[in-house]
């Protein structure tokens, strides 16, 4: 099959299952529906229709939305992986995941940043400036002495602006044990939505996790 047959496959698969999740569709199969992008350029993943082979054997497989050219074809991500095969990755990835604290907290993503709450501080920061150029117009000090709170301002200032943005809030053990029983509960899918999981397939088959902090 061609690569423009299969876009008319999957473009006929998205208009019978729009309501992806629901009774009649077929989410039960298409385990990544939603929770998975590509590695290589954020593109949704998404599925194929069925092959259907003479032995009787069904075909199905992901690959990146990017590269269609109904997208844009911005992506040279063009594998096409077996969906069994990804699932199993995804599994063995899950089991890892589950006994490596440190794996966990590097696949937490920080929450969408907020406005800084060091703003009034800079602000404050400014209106002093401003004073001490007063002060030095008025002649109550030097042109050393302002250079040398201009210097300390500085100094606060970048200080300011260099606060990190709070981790996001994570009891690694309680998601490892909530994520053990999600899986043993529910199917891929759903336990991945469970667990605030987004998966990232990239070149080769490769799969990596990221989790949504709480922060």
Request: aromatic letters at 6%; a positive charge; glycine letters at 8%.
């Amino acid at each position: 099959m061609t690569p423009e047959q299969w876009e008319r496959v999957n473009a006929a698969v998205h208009a019978r299952h729009r309501n992806q999740g629901r009774a009649g569709t077929q989410a039960h199969i298409y385990q990544l529906q939603g929770v998975a992008r590509c590695g290589r350029c954020g593109s949704v993943i998404t599925s194929t229709g069925v092959q259907q082979l003479k032995s009787g054997e069904k075909l199905r497989y992901y690959y990146c939305r990017g590269t269609l050219r109904i997208e844009g074809a911005h992506c040279e991500h063009r594998t096409y992986y077996r969906i069994e095969d990804v699932h199993a990755v995804i599994e063995d990835a899950l089991t890892a995941l589950a006994q490596d604290d440190r794996a966990v907290m590097q696949a937490v993503q920080a929450p969408a940043p907020t406005p800084r709450t060091q703003d009034g501080a800079l602000a404050r920061l400014d209106a002093e400036w401003d004073r001490w150029k007063g002060a030095l117009r008025a002649g109550a000090i030097t042109p050393e002495e302002l250079a040398t709170e201009r210097r300390r301002i500085d100094a606060t200032r970048a200080r300011l602006l260099e606060i990190p943005a709070a981790a996001p809030a994570l009891d690694v053990k309680a998601w490892q044990a909530a994520l053990l029983e999600q899986r043993a509960n529910l199917p891929l899918g759903q336990a991945l939505r469970a667990a605030g999981i987004t998966v990232l397939l990239d070149v080769g088959g490769a799969v990596t996790f990221k989790i949504r902090g709480s922060g």
